[in-house]
Structure formats: C-alpha cells, structure tokens
C-alpha cells in the first residue's frame, strides 16, 4: 500500500544548529501535511503543501514541496528547546478527506 | 480548527477486558478518524468513523476487535475489544479535511 517513508528517524543538535527532515514517497502526492508532536502530545498540524516546487514558511520554519511531487523537507533554522519534539509528514490523500498516511517521524532533541 | 476532547485520557487495563473510548467535538463534521499509536511509533489509521453507516476499516483492524459507533456527527466512540498487551498504545480521534485537528489521545495501558 501507499508508503510516506521520512528520514532520519532521530536528530541530536545543539541549540543554535539547523535541522532538516525529508519525506519520500514512491507514488506521486497530491499533497502532503506536515505535523508536530511534543513529548506526552498529541500531533498539532503545521502546513499542508499542494503545488509542485511549492515552499512555505513559519518563522524559522521552511517547508518544500519537491518539483515531482514525491518529496518534501522540513527545515529548522537555529534550533530552539521549544523545538523539541517529533515531526512527522502525512500523505492527505487526493480527495481531501481527512484519511492520512503518516511517516515514521523524526523526533528531534535540542541540547541547550 | 476545531476543538476536540476525548474520554478516558489513560486507564490501565487487564487483559481480555474492553474500553470504549469517547470522542466529542465542538462542531458538526463529516468525517472523523480513529488512529493508534504504538510506544516510539508513528500514527496508524484503524477506521473511518461514518456517521448513518458502518465505519470504514483499514487493512489489518477489525470491526469485531475495535468496534466504532457514529450516533451524530460531532461524536464517535472506538471499542478496543479483548485486549491483550498489545494493544497498549496512545488512540487518538481527529477531525478536519484538509487538515487533521486531533483530539488530546487516550493513552492505554494492558497488564
């Protein structure tokens, strides 16, 4: 079945340090979400990314949406502990229908 | 985004026992999700909660081992049925079409 796989599944950085995760599925998207969970949460969503090349950004944050619509990254730039948690890409699905396959997250930790 | 609240928030449970889990919403919607949580994994979705119909099952979960009830459409309750230790995990609801709002999670635990 369809497949959203996400690497690394672990990040250690130093407070300051930049952060990337990235998402690959083998099947074309039609759009993907990304979420974040902290310790003891629930996942709180982030984005959702539609277009083809498409990038977003939250403050620090800096979403792309790859050209094939098969990739997609998560940037963090100068990591804060706030930052701390597990992030994870879900495949929305082609009908929006609220059905996610999720990765297997990266769960990052900020060492201050 | 909308405000979602579920019942038990944990509970610790013998095995060969049920729990239903509630979930309530502050707002009408049409679709609503039910997902588990492994210890360190990812989200898995077991169910489509379809309110008027029976709820629609992925590969791999059972309606006899984790029954859903739809009664409206700001409700839903999933049944974890004859539990055994594995079944201890996090079952989170959601909500939303384009984005998932998901409720606070019920976090169980088998013996």
Known sequence: ?112 | SAVISQKPSRDICQRGTSLTIQCQVDSQVTMMFWYRQQPGQSLTLIATANQGSEATYESGFVIDKFPISRPNLTFSTLTVSNMSPEDSSIYLCSVGDRRGDFGPGTRLLVL
């Open chain 1, 1 to 112: 079945g369809q497949q959203v796989m996400q690497i690394p599944q672990y990040q250690h950085v130093q407070e300051g340090e930049d952060f990337t995760t990235y998402c690959n599925s083998s099947t074309t998207l039609s759009n993907i979400q990304w979420y974040k969970q902290r310790p003891g949460g629930h996942p709180v969503f982030l984005i959702q990314l539609v277009k083809s090349g498409e990038v977003k950004k939250q403050k620090r944050l800096t979403f792309q949406f790859g050209e094939a619509k098969k990739n997609s990254s998560l940037h963090i730039t100068a990591t804060q502990t706030t930052d701390v948690g597990t992030y994870f890409c879900a495949d929305g699905g082609s009908s929006n229908t609220g059905k996610l396959i999720f990765g297997q997250g990266t769960t990052l930790q900020v060492k201050p």
